[in-house]
């Protein structure tokens, strides 16, 4: 259901561009595959959309580009137009490129850009207050010398210097005089400002959906390993680290990229996928299921959006976590010519 959503998305938005008969679906950190493909098996019925895709993979992992690669059921064929091969995902008929970053994906053709949990992952840098000032968190050897630490800058860093002083200026006063530990993502920044850079030139835009702030975000670097919590620096590469998103350090960086751009948001996930019409495609797809597939599609429904504002099912029960509608934030990037994408208007 998802990945369907996110179809509506992008056919909308490929809708006020005005139905460009070429477009670049790019999507930033595509894990398995499973997103792309579901938007475009949800896609398949308008041909016009499905014919005009170029779709770009902007991953690094090898092992994870022949997971995608399996994933959207791709084959290599011959080039009609040149004597070289390309590769096809047969979900569709759209050419499939992998890339490492998003520089390499070719410019020129409008874009409609997906990064879903890509900018958590992003590494950050953590500053806080100190009697001599702001100073950087950073990772020492421990006394003992068998573990690490974390320890602060005696002076400030470059990063202090650069980043610091640089989200200080978005932010207001009140918001400064709350926090005693900033967290910065300088990755995050240059990011956006590649792609507002992108879709001011080429047209289109970019969907963003994360967990995070539209705010300074404190302290939120966590490690995670087999489901659950521990700390940072215990067994360094052996847990996945993610932050908490500052969106409206992206609205910043977005702004400054480029006059062409407008941004919009952040809503909630909820927000987002029930204005798509997450609600009527579920309920069709209860329409063909036995009880124990109704309960998974309630199940996965319930941590889609569940939010505490009048579910479309109530929660199966008072412990029922509150899932991901509320958590995850979803932003828009447009080429102003486009207007107000769906459904950042409502």
Known sequence: MFGEMIGVWSMCLWEQMGRPEKVNLVELGPGRGTLMADLIRGSSKNEKFTNSLHIHMVECSPTLQKIQYSTLKCVDEESPCENTKQTVSTLSGATVSWHTALEQVPTGLPSIIIAHEFYDALPVHQFQKASRGWCEKMVDIAEDSSSFQFVL???????????LIKRYKWASIEELNKLNQIEVCPKAMELTHTIAQRISSDGGGALIIDYGHNGIVSDSLQAIRNHKFVHILDDPGS?????????AAIRHSAEEASD???VHGPISQSQLLGFLGINFRAEALLQNCDEAQAESLRTGYWRLVGDGEAPFWEGPDEQTPIGMGTRYQAMAIVNKKQGVPVPFQQ
Not at 153 to 163: I, V
Not at 239 to 247: N, P, R, T
Request: charged share 15%; no cysteine; hydrophobic share 40%.
């Open 260 to 262: 062409n751009v407008t």
């Open 153 to 163: 800058s005696p002076k400030p860093t470059s990063a202090t210097l650069l980043y």
């Open 239 to 247: 847990a996945d680290l993610s932050a908490y998103v500052d969106f």
